[in-house]
């Protein structure tokens, strides 16, 4: 089954769920976008996704030019499985504001879940350098050059992740699972 799976080439999941309902709009009516921006967040932490993106739609009726706004519409057509559109609002986000790390960040892990890893690691790359001292940049690289098969340079990634994070478990069970495949690698 593994073989399977990491062997896997074919098309990915990239859409789940009514594709109409992700235009709907709330009924509340504000004139503070920091209204929606709240309750969006309010929503995203109740893991109530299909609510959230009602308030982000209106939010972006209000001022389309939002980096937030569009930033979190993208983040939850993410979380939705609609990585493509999701990535149309992030570059959008990314575009209003180039120097705004977390839609480049976000680009990056949307590619990478549509398992294309090659392309997600170019975003990535361009967020570790805005954001040299996040463990998640570290992390996202690694595992997309995981995915590649490229294990050497994932371990450097984990290893870095590890610096970052030396508690964190996660990161060293990475690490070592990535020295484990290069010896693997090595003996073939």
Known sequence: VIDYIEGYSGEKLNKIGEKNRLELRCSEDDEEVVFYLD??????????ALEAITFANKLLDKNHDSVNGNNY????????GFYDEAIKYFKIASELNEEFANPIFNIGKALSYKGNFK?????????????????????????????????????????????????????GYLYDLSEENIKVQNSI
Do not use: H, Q
Not at 39 to 48: A, F, G, T
Not at 73 to 80: A, F, M, P, R, Y
């Open 119 to 171: 392309d997600a690691i170019k975003y990535i790359d361009r967020y570790i350098k805005l954001e040299p001292e996040d463990v998640e940049g570290y992390e996202y690289k690694g595992l997309s050059l995981f995915y590649m098969r490229e294990f050497k340079k994932a371990k450097d990634s984990f290893e870095k992740a590890c610096k970052l994070e030396p508690t964190d478990e996660w990161y």
């Open 39 to 48: 309750k969006v967040d309010e929503l995203m932490n109740e893991e109530n």
């Open 73 to 80: 519409k993208g983040i939850i057509l993410s979380k939705l």
